[in-house]
Structure formats: structure tokens, C-alpha cells
């Protein structure tokens, strides 16, 4: 006759690592839903107009939880400008597995990058108008994965050059033209006005692709 198995130690490990992905989960929803919060003081007041005491009242906290998170505002400020790059270069890796012909990839890349940064408007904004309030090694973080990006969009487009969706010569140098016609979104949109968001999104993309000859 076999001797029992024993399974109570898998139990308590699986049990355990549910606790860790709960731990997880609760913890970025936190600091998810105090960026938010703060994207929406800065981008009011400024960053420089914008305390932390104010920012613990919108949430109806205090101030030693907000540095339960986060190590001071300028740490806070980092996080919301990086958020739409990393989003960002998220997304271009996911589209990058899917199946489809390189213009398709290059055409679904740009779309979902404008969608990325229509949704988190306020993010953007708060970026471009405060770079100059961040920490020089964040500000050299940032700046090193917004170049990822554009790197990321050229072998896009070189990509749609090589199997002839393009009509330009060294198309994938227009590539930081398109990151400018992708970051002017947060001029030309706001959200709540008769443009849909859709709409900008269609036409944004429309002219990303006219800027390397796709028509």
C-alpha cells in the first residue's frame, strides 16, 4: 500500500503566491490611483503650486501614506512622466508578436500610441510643462526610453521599406516626425470637445503615414 502524498506544502505555497499577487495588485492600484490624483493637481496648479498636503486631502489620506509609495513629490512627478512612454513601449512589444504584414504593425503601433496618449492626457501635459522640476537622473531615465521609442517606431518603418509599403527614401529617419505629430495630440485635443477621440486618433495616424509616403 502507498503512503499518502502529502500536498499541504503546495497548498501553503500556492496560497502564499496569492497573497503576494494580491499584495501586487493592491499595491499598484494605490499608486495608480495617486497618480491619477496628482496628474490632476499638477496639472492644475503646476508642480510647483501643487503640495503634498493637498494632494493627501483629493484623496482624503495623509501625508505618510502618500510616502508609503512614493519617497517625496518630485518621485511622484517622475512616475507620472515616465507612465505614457512605458505604456507606450509596452504596447509597441505586445503588437510586435502579433501576426500581420509590416505596414499593419506600423499602422496598429501608431494607433495605439495615440490612444495611450488621449487617455492619459493630463500625464503628457504635466510632462512637457514640467520637465525642467525633475530630478536629472530621472529626467536621463525618461529621455532614454523616449529614445527607445523612436527607435522602436524607425525599425517600424524600415521594416515597411524593405517590403516596399513605402515610398520614401530612408523613410525610418521621418520617425521622430512622427513621435512630434504624436505628441502634438495633447495640443490639438482636449478631452470633452466636439472632435471625437477617435477621430483625432484616425487622423493623427493618417498623417504619420503620409509623412513616409503611405497614402
Known sequence: MRPAVDNSFDVKSEAKERQRELKSGVIAYKRATILKEASALFYERGYEGATLEALANRLSVTKPFLYTYFKNKGDILSAICEL?????????GHIAQHEGNSLERLEA???EVARIIIEHHEYLVVYQREMMNLDRDDAQRILRLRHEFDLKIARLVAACEEDGYVTIENASAMSAWMAGLLTWITTCYRPGSSRSSEKVVDEV????????GVG
Open 84 to 92: 505614457g512612454v512605458k505604456e507606450s513601449l509596452a504596447a509597441l
Open 109 to 111: 503601433s501608431l494607433r
Open 205 to 212: 495616424v493618417t498623417a504619420c503615414l503620409r509623412l513616409v
